[in-house]
C-alpha cells in the first residue's frame, strides 16, 4: 500500500520519486520543523536530485524498506530537499558535510534540530554496514541514543562547526594586488595538471572543465602561446572521440569514471552541454575544424529533440539509469551488434568504433577523426536504442541553467551564422523573463507543473545577465542590453554586500538559514560571482557606467588572496583582471543594425576570435543615417568614419 507521506502534492521531479516511500517525508516547510519540536527528536535531512544515481541506490535500499522506514518515522522527521530546487539548502548544508567529514556529495545526509543545526553529516548511507561505512540499521539507533542521553554533546559539535563555518565566511582574505604573475600561475597550475596521454585536466574521475578550455583560448590568443590552443583542442576531441559524448544522439555525460574518457557516469545535465556547445564554438571560431562544427550540431539537436520544452526553455537533465541499471539504455553487448548489422557492416563497425569486451560496450570511436564515419550504421544503433525504456527526465525548468544555454546559444549562432541557435536563444529569455519572474522583476529560480519557486539566488541573476550580454552580441538588438542592465540592478540591489563587495548567494530577506553565503570558487560551473564579475564588467563599457566598472574592482579586491591561493578556481575572474588591466576594444556601430556594411563587420568577427572586442549600437532617432563606425581604445574613441576598411585595419 503507499504511503500517505507529506510530498504528495509537490511538483518536483525528485520528491515526486520519494511521494510513495513508506518513510513519512516532509518538504521543506515549517510544518516540518513545528512538528520536530513537538515531538522533541531531530530532522533527518536528506537531499539530492532526479538524476542521481547514488540517490535512487539509497532509496531502493533504505527508504522503499520497511524497517528502516519506521526506523526513521518513530525516532526522526524526515525532510526531502530537491538541491537543483532549492540550492541555497543544498550549499549550507554542503558545506556542514564537508566541514564534519573532508568531503561532500550526493545524496546528503543531515541530522539536525528543529531549529536547523546540524550536528552529524554523511552522504550516501548504505542500509546495512558496508563499504566501511556504518549503515542506516546502525546509525539511526545510535545517533537517537545520543539525542536522548548525550544531546549537549551533539549541540556543543553543532555549535563549533557553525561557528567555524561563520567565522570563515566573514573572515575574508587580506587584500592583496594582484598582478600578472596570477595568470601565470594559473597556466602553470593547468600545465601540471593536464593529462598528456589522454588529454583533459586531472586523473579519473575526470570532468570536462570547460572554463579552463575558455581560458586557455583566451591566453592563446593573448600570447599566440601554441600549446594552449593543442591543449583545449586535444581535451574537446578526446571528449567528443570518447564515452563522454553520446556517439548516437548528441549532448555530453556528466563526466568520465576513467582517465581515458571511455566510461562515462550517464546523466546528462544541461549545464554541461551549454558550457560545452559554448567552448566548441569559440574552439570552431579559431580553427574552423568540421568535427568542432558536428559536435555543436548534434548537441543543439540533442537539445531540441529531448530538452525543449513547449514554452522555448531547456529542461535539466536527464538520469544516468533506467530500468533500475545505470547505463543501461547506452551499453551495447557483442551479440546485440551482430544481430543488428551485416557483416559486412558490422567490419566496417569494427574499423570505427573500439569493441573490448563482449557486454556493456560503451561507444568510443578509435579516433576523433572518425566522427563522420558510417553514419547509416550509428543510425541503425539510434533507431534500436529508442526501442528501449529511456532515462528519466527531469522537466524543471531552471532560470540560470537557462541562462548558460541562452549564452551557448547566443555563441554559436553567431559564431557558426547559425540563425536557428540564436532564434533558440531569443525564445528562452523571452520566455524568463516574462514569466519567470514576479511582479516587482525578480526572477523565480525554477518552475514545474504550474508552480514556481519562491527562492531566487544569484546564480539565477548573474547566469541569465551572461545570456543577455551575449545576446546582444549576437543580435546587436538594444531590448536585450536594456534587459541586461535592468537584471544587474536588481542582482545588485538584492545580493550585493554592502560591507565587503561581492555577492552573497541569497537575498536577505530569503537567508532561514544560520549562515548566508558568498560563493566564489568555480565548481563543475563558473561561480556566479566570477561571472557577474566578467560580464559586469563587459556593460560597464557597453553602458558607460563607470559604477559597474568599480563595482568589478571591488570585487577582484574582495576575493585577491583566495584568487591568488587557487587562481584556476577562479577562472572568470582572472578574466575581468586582464581587461581591467587591458580594457576591452568597443567598436561603436552608427545607424541602423542591418546594413550591409554591418553585415561585413559581423563576416569578419565571426571569421576571427576577439574575445577583446565589445559591439555597441548606436542608433540615431528619427531618419536612418549611413553607417558610419568608430573604434575605442582605453576609454578613448577615435573619429567616425564611413570607411569600415580603416577600423578593420586598426584591429
Not at 519506521?70 to 539548502?89: G, L, S
Not at 550526493?106 to 542500509?127: C, E, G, N, Q, V
Request: charged fraction near 30%.
Amino acid at each position: 500500500m503507499a504511503s500517505l507521506n507529506h510530498l504528495k502534492k509537490e511538483t518536483s521531479p525528485y520528491l515526486k520519486q520519494h511521494a510513495d516511500n513508506p518513510v513519512d517525508w516532509y518538504p521543506w516547510a515549517e510544518e516540518a520543523f513545528m512538528e520536530a519540536e513537538r515531538r522533541d527528536v531531530p530532522i533527518f535531512l536528506s537531499i539530492g536530485y532526479s538524476t542521481c544515481h547514488w540517490c535512487h541506490v539509497m532509496e531502493r535500499e533504505s527508504f522503499t524498506d520497511q524497517e528502516t522506514a519506521e526506523m526513521i518515522n518513530k525516532h526522526f522527521v524526515a525532510v526531502k530537499v530537491d538541491r537543483e530546487e532549492r540550492p541555497d539548502i543544498d550549499q549550507v548544508y554542503m558545506d556542514v558535510c564537508r566541514a564534519m567529514t573532508g568531503s561532500g556529495g550526493w545524496p546528503l545526509s543531515i541530522f539536525m534540530t528543529a531549529d536547523k543545526k546540524p550536528f552529524y553529516a554523511a552522504t550516501y548511507i548504505p542500509k546495512k554496514d558496508k563499504y566501511n561505512r556504518m549503515g542506516l540499521l546502525s546509525l539511526l539507533p545510535e545517533i537517537y541514543n545520543l539525542w536522548i542521553n548525550d544531546r549537549e554533546q551533539l549541540l556543543n559539535h553543532s555549535e563549533n562547526v557553525i561557528n567555524h563555518l561563520q567565522k570563515q565566511q566573514n573572515s575574508g582574505g587580506e587584500e592583496i594586488e594582484l598582478e600578472q604573475e596570477i595568470v601565470t600561475d594559473a597556466l602553470n597550475i593547468l600545465n601540471k595538471s593536464y593529462d598528456d596521454k589522454y588529454a583533459g585536466f586531472g586523473k579519473e574521475p575526470k570532468f570536462p572543465m570547460p572554463q579552463y578550455l575558455i581560458f586557455l583560448l583566451e591566453q592563446w590568443q593573448k600570447s599566440s602561446e601554441k600549446e594552449y590552443l593543442k591543449m583545449t583542442e586535444e581535451s574537446l576531441a578526446s571528449m567528443r572521440a570518447g564515452g563522454l559524448f553520446d556517439q548516437l544522439g548528441g549532448g555530453f555525460h556528466r563526466y568520465s569514471t576513467d582517465r581515458k574518457w571511455e566510461l562515462p557516469h550517464f546523466e546528462k545535465m544541461l549545464y554541461d552541454q551549454a558550457l560545452l556547445i559554448y567552448t566548441y564554438a569559440q574552439t570552431y571560431q579559431i580553427t574552423k575544424k568540421d568535427i568542432y562544427l558536428d559536435t555543436i550540431k548534434k548537441t543543439v539537436s540533442y537539445l531540441k529533440r529531448e530538452m525543449l520544452d513547449q514554452n522555448g526553455v531547456f529542461y535539466s537533465a536527464e538520469d544516468a539509469d533506467s530500468e533500475g541499471v545505470e547505463g543501461k539504455f547506452y551499453f551495447w553487448n557483442k551479440k546485440e551488434i551482430k544481430n543488428l548489422l551485416f557483416e559486412d557492416e558490422y567490419q566496417k563497425f569494427l574499423e570505427v568504433f573500439e569493441v573490448q569486451n563482449q557486454s556493456e560496450i560503451t561507444l568510443n570511436l578509435k579516433q576523433a577523426e572518425y566522427f563522420a564515419e558510417i553514419p547509416e550504421i550509428k543510425a541503425k544503433f539510434f533507431e534500436q536504442r529508442k526501442k528501449r525504456v529511456r532515462p528519466a527526465k527531469d522537466k524543471k525548468i531552471l532560470t540560470d541553467w537557462n541562462g548558460l544555454t541562452i549564452a551557448a546559444l547566443a555563441k554559436a549562432g553567431f559564431v557558426t551564422d547559425n540563425q536557428e541557435y540564436i532564434v533558440l536563444a531569443e525564445k528562452a529569455a523571452d520566455y524568463i523573463l516574462e514569466k519567470m519572474r514576479d511582479e516587482e522583476v525578480n526572477l523565480v529560480h525554477s518552475y514545474h507543473q504550474r508552480k514556481y519557486s519562491e527562492v531566487d539566488n544569484l546564480n539565477d541573476y548573474a547566469f541569465l545577465l551572461w545570456g543577455l550580454v551575449e545576446l546582444y552580441q549576437a543580435t546587436l538588438k538594444n531590448e536585450y542590453l536594456i534587459k541586461a542592465e535592468k537584471i544587474t540592478k536588481t542582482m545588485i540591489s538584492r545580493f550585493w554586500d554592502q560591507k565587503a563587495a561581492g555577492f552573497y548567494f541569497t537575498a536577505e530577506e530569503n537567508n532561514e538559514l544560520f549562515l548566508r553565503q558568498k560563493k566564489t570558487e568555480d565548481s563543475a560551473i563558473p561561480s556566479a560571482n566570477s561571472i557577474a564579475c566578467y560580464n559586469m564588467l563587459k556593460l560597464s563599457h557597453l553602458l558607460d557606467n563607470a559604477e559597474l566598472r568599480k563595482k568589478a574592482e571591488e570585487m577582484l579586491a574582495s576575493f585577491s588572496s583566495e584568487i591568488a591561493a587557487a587562481p584556476v578556481n577562479y577562472i572568470f575572474m582572472l578574466l575581468t583582471y586582464h581587461y581591467l588591466e587591458n580594457p576591452f576594444k568597443e567598436i561603436n556601430i552608427y545607424g541602423s543594425a542591418d546594413g550591409s556594411k554591418v553585415e561585413t563587420l559581423l563576416s569578419y568577427l565571426r571569421d576571427n576570435y576577439r574575445p577583446d572586442l565589445l559591439l555597441k549600437v548606436n542608433q540615431p532617432e528619427g531618419e536612418k543615417e549611413e553607417n558610419k563606425f568608430s573604434l575605442c581604445r582605453n576609454f578613448v574613441c577615435g573619429k567616425k568614419t564611413a570607411n569600415l576598411d580603416d577600423i578593420i585595419s586598426e584591429l
